[in-house]
Nanobody
Framework: QVQLVESGGGLVQAGGSLRLSCAAS????????MGWYRQAPGKQRELVAR???????NYADSVKGRFTVSRDNAKNTVSLQMSSLKPEDTAIYYC??????????????????WGQGTLVTVSS
């Protein structure tokens, strides 16, 4: 009933920029935190950045000063502006949200949901 759809991945040269976007859809009541995680080949999934509905953002140390996360609460979207990209930023990037939604019985339920992932490749 709720899904996240990402867009914006691709191939970019080192030093370049990319913008990822993620839109939540479905019977959403409210969204708490939205964010981005990534998983490089052979590595565990890690937090990149997250933004609570009304709080301050969190960034992985490796992306501070290069990436900026933002959200539009009216549109239920979150974006990740990535600049000064490095080859080590190469990974599948996943959108994540924890939220409340209305089920088919009109009850409010909690859910953590993930997007399908979008590949970002940074060439040296």
């Amino acid at each position: 009933q709720v899904q996240l759809v990402e867009s914006g991945g691709g191939l970019v040269q080192a030093g370049g920029s990319l913008r990822l976007s993620c839109a939540a859809s479905g019977s959403i009541f409210s969204i708490n935190t939205m964010g981005w995680y990534r998983q490089a080949p052979g590595k565990q999934r890690e937090l990149v950045a997250r933004i609570p509905r009304g709080g301050s953002t969190n960034y992985a140390d490796s992306v501070k000063g290069r990436f900026t996360v933002s959200r539009d609460n009216a549109k239920n979207t979150v974006s990740l502006q990535m600049s000064s990209l490095k080859p080590e930023d190469t990974a599948i990037y996943y959108c994540n949200a924890d939220l409340y939604y209305r089920d088919t019985g009109d009850r409010i339920k909690y859910l953590e949901v993930w997007g399908q992932g979008t590949l970002v490749t940074v060439s040296s």
